[in-house]
């Protein structure tokens, strides 16, 4: 599994397929945060452990992740 995959299941997953996401970068499995920001359009992916962010623009329809969870939140598995 790379970002790309991540993010697939962030725009297109159920609540629990995002539920189970964890960083992806060797040796990290940290927990994924991430930000939307609907009046640019903007979304933002990282983690806090390993320091990874990535940011996407021209996002125009709302994401699953963020109908489910909101326009922030912190993957954590409970
Ligand atoms: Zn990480």
Redesign the pocket.
């Known amino acids: 599994m790379d970002w790309d995959d991540v993010e697939e299941i962030l725009f297109d997953g159920t609540k629990e397929t995002i539920k189970n996401l964890k960083?992806v970068?060797e040796g990290?499995?940290?927990n994924i945060e991430y930000e939307f920001n609907s009046k640019f359009n903007s979304f933002v992916v990282k983690?806090q452990?390993?320091?990874?962010y990535s940011k996407s623009n021209g996002v125009f329809y709302i994401p699953s992740c963020v109908k489910i969870f909101g326009d922030k939140f912190m993957i954590s598995r409970q």
Request: proline share 0%; aromatic share 0%; charged share 10%.
């Open positions: 960083c970068n990290c499995s940290g983690c452990k390993c320091g990874h």
